[in-house]
Structure formats: C-alpha cells, structure tokens
C-alpha cells in the first residue's frame, strides 16, 4: 500500500499571502487573469522580460515573508507519522527555497513552474506522489486557492482548502475540506487523531 502524502501550496497556504499579483499584472501589462497563462501567449522577447518582473517580485517576497502560524510544527508532525510532506507552487524553485531556508522548513519533496506542467494540471501532483511512493487516493493537496483544489480532484487526491481568516471564496464547496488554521491538516489526514466527544449523560427525568 502506497503512503500517504500532504501536498501544500506556498505562498497564501504555509505562508501568509505575499505576492500582489496586480501590481505584478501592471508591470508586466496583462490587465486581469493568471499571469503563468498570459506569459504563454507572449512572444519570446516579451515572456522573457515578463519572467524578469515575476521571478523578481517573487524573490523580494519570499525574503520578506511570513509563516502561518503551526506553518513549521505541522510540517515536522505529519512527517514525524509517516506522512512525506511536498510543496507545489506556480513560483520559481529560487524563491521557494528562499522561504524554506528562511524558516527551516523541511520537506520531501519541490514541484515549480520550472519542472513542467503547473496546477491546475493533475500532472504535477502526480508526478511528487511518484516521486515519494505515494498513492494519490490517499493523499492530500493543501491550497489558498481553486487551481490547487482542481489540481487536487484532477489526480483524484484529497482536496483541503486553507481560508486563514478571509470569508470562504465562491469556489470552498469544491473542497473536501476547509480550514482556518494549518493545525487542522493532521486530524483531517488522520481521523484518529480528532479529539473525542464526550457522550452525554441521558438519564431519564424523573
């Protein structure tokens, strides 16, 4: 039987929100939508200056960043039961590594936008849960955000949506999960792990 793995998105999921993608649209000139997707429609001369601007706000953004809170200790739980953690981002593998330097934040396993296919593609998923013997039916994909919850349903993994405290977007009912706080990962991927509900004491009036 395949392990069970724990896939997390990065920036708005194991970090606090960082990147201001309008003010990166701006600077680019794409004025609404995915930005990975618009720079695929671009010439090569324009992609290359676009992927400039990107993976530089991206580096300034990892240096400053933020962890959720139980960012680190929830990380260092599900891998201390078995469980291999991996992180799958759109953003360059410079700025990833940036924020697990930062942090010491160890995982098993990195999928960017440089290794191929992005979310909300199922390739990617597929590929770490390859990577790490894991059997997709039985793992997770953590995210902010609907490519990493359709990322998740295309390769047939367990779907947790991370909200923090924002108002549960349009697209939370996709989810099979949604949570506040990253401490709720593990009781999900271990429903042993919940905490027990005391009965009640049904005594018959008299």
């Given amino acids: 039987m395949g392990k069970s793995a724990v896939i997390f998105d990065l920036d708005g999921t194991l970090t606090r929100p960082y990147l201001d993608f309008d003010v990166i649209r701006a600077e680019i000139g794409v004025e609404s939508g995915p930005v990975l997707e618009a720079m695929d429609r671009m010439n090569e001369a324009d992609r290359g200056r676009a992927t400039e601007i990107l993976a530089r706000h991206e580096h300034q953004a990892a240096k400053q960043s933020t962890l959720y809170d139980g960012a680190a200790e929830t990380l260092a739980r599900l891998r201390a039961r078995g469980h291999p953690v991996a992180i799958l981002t759109r953003n360059a593998r410079r700025s990833v590594n940036v924020v697990l330097i930062k942090h010491g934040l160890v995982v098993d396993a990195v999928r960017t936008r440089e290794d191929g296919a992005v979310k909300p593609s199922a390739e990617p998923i597929l590929s770490i849960c390859a990577e790490l013997s894991a059997e997709p039916g039985q793992s997770w994909m953590v995210g902010d955000y609907r490519f990493d919850i359709e990322s998740g349903v295309r390769a047939g993994t367990g779907t947790i949506l991370m909200i923090g405290q924002a108002d ?39």
């Fill in 168 to 206: 549960p977007p349009p697209f939370a009912d996709q989810a099979d999960h949604v949570i506040r706080r990253l401490e709720e990962v593990l009781p999900i991927v271990e429903p042993s792990l919940r905490p027990r509900r005391h009965p009640r004491n049904h005594k018959a009036k008299r």
